[in-house]
């Protein structure tokens, strides 16, 4: 049973920056990661994914602000996410992709003055 445990969010002001962190229980090598986000209200939407040779892709609303990369052994996954926005506020979670593993908690990122 793979473990996730999200971290690193937090309050920040709009234009602000946060790095969030994610442990997997077991490598990651050869498995596709991503970062995930559910906003209060509306479905859990995939806001990037990086490959096993570390190739990117991101949510339009993102793209130029965000950057995910990963470590394969210990398995982690980052977040950097910068000129933060009130609408990226969210719940945010890391899942291999496409999604087959059990969600960890999520780490709360709220952007707001």
């Known amino acids: 049973q793979v473990q996730l445990v999200e971290s690193g969010g937090g309050l920040v002001q709009p234009g602000g920056s946060l790095r969030l962190s994610c442990t997997v229980s077991?490598?990651?090598?050869?498995?596709?990661m991503a970062w995930y986000r559910q906003a209060p209200g509306k479905q859990r939407e995939l806001v990037a994914r990086?490959?096993?040779?570390?190739?990117?892709k991101y949510l339009d609303s993102v793209k130029g602000r965000f950057t995910i990369s990963r470590d394969n052994v210990p398995g982690a996954v980052y977040l950097q996410m910068d000129s933060l926005k009130p609408e990226d506020t969210a719940v945010y979670y890391c899942?291999?992709?496409?999604?087959?593993?059990?969600w960890g908690q999520g780490t709360q990122v709220t952007v707001s003055s």
């Open positions: 899942n291999n992709c496409p999604n087959t593993w059990s």
């Open positions: 990086i490959t096993t040779d570390r190739s990117t």
């Open positions: 077991g490598t990651i090598f050869g498995i596709y």
